[in-house]
């Protein structure tokens, strides 16, 4: 019986340390950076971070002609969330996402919008599986079992 405590502390407790891109593990209370790579050399015009479960006006972070619209901002993600680089210099448009809780787990998809000239496209980048673990790890195991 304590070899099971013994391996279910430690799963529930260690985060992933794979380098698995869609799949992030973080416990409650913590900052994370969900990472989105674009393209190099163009202008990105605008940045999407949604969730699938939210409607189509309501988003993680929308980013647009240089700033954030808190408009479209769901309301559990107001002031929680950052661009890791302001600039987005290189394509790099990830963001930090401060002070998770159980309920941001779920998948969170990046889109952007480029463009060059005349030419304008729009692009899901990747997506990302966040799993957020109660802090409180002990408490979750005696729920599990
Ligand atoms: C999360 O980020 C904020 C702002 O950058 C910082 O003040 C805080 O200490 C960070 N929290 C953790 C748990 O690292
Ligand atoms: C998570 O969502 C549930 C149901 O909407 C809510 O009762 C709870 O307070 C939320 N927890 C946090 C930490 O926001
Ligand atoms: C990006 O935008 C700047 C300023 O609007 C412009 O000068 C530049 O030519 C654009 N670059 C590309 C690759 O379209």
Redesign the pocket.
Known sequence: MSFFVVFLSFALFVTSALEDHTEVKVRSGQNVTLHCQGPR???ITMLEWSKPEFNSESYVFFFQNHRLYENYQHESFKGRVALKDRSMKDGDVSVILRNVNINDTGTYSCEITT???ERVVHEVVNSINLKVTDSGGFVEWHKMV
């Open positions: 050399g163009l202008n463009r060059m000239k």
